[in-house]
């Protein structure tokens, strides 16, 4: 089992930054890749970053070039630097960490944290 517990999101205002973090707990040692998702109101959850265990990174055409998804070296933690905030970048953002497990490869996902950027 996985824990996943995030933290940073806010209210901020156009232009401006934010960095989430997400602290993982339990085996973290079948921890593969992590990442970040996002869901805006009545819209379905879409990826925005991802960093696999060895660093490699993915990002969303919609953030490159404004975020950046790093991890610790210890690999249980995951952070999402947020600048030039716009107000479509407004939703709840989810922690994610896929698992390598003896049964086979799951997902666990974190309570999610509001980011508002008003308009």
């Known amino acids: 089992q996985v824990q996943l517990v995030e933290s940073g999101g806010g209210l901020v205002q156009a232009g401006g930054s934010l960095r989430l973090s997400c602290a993982a707990s339990g085996s973290i040692f079948r921890i593969n890749a992590m990442g970040w998702y996002r869901q805006a109101s009545g819209k379905q959850r879409e990826l925005v970053a991802i960093?696999?265990?060895?660093?490699?990174?993915n990002y969303a055409d919609s953030v490159k070039g404004r975020f950046t998804i790093s991890r610790d070296d210890a690999g249980n933690m995951v952070f999402l630097q947020m600048n030039s905030l716009q107000p479509e970048d407004t939703a709840v953002y989810y922690c994610?960490?896929?698992?390598?497990?003896?049964?086979?490869?799951?997902?666990?996902w974190g309570q999610g944290t509001q980011v508002t950027v008003p308009s």
């Open positions: 960093i696999s265990r060895n660093g490699v990174t």
């Open positions: 994610n960490a896929g698992v390598n497990l003896p049964s086979g490869y799951k997902n666990y």
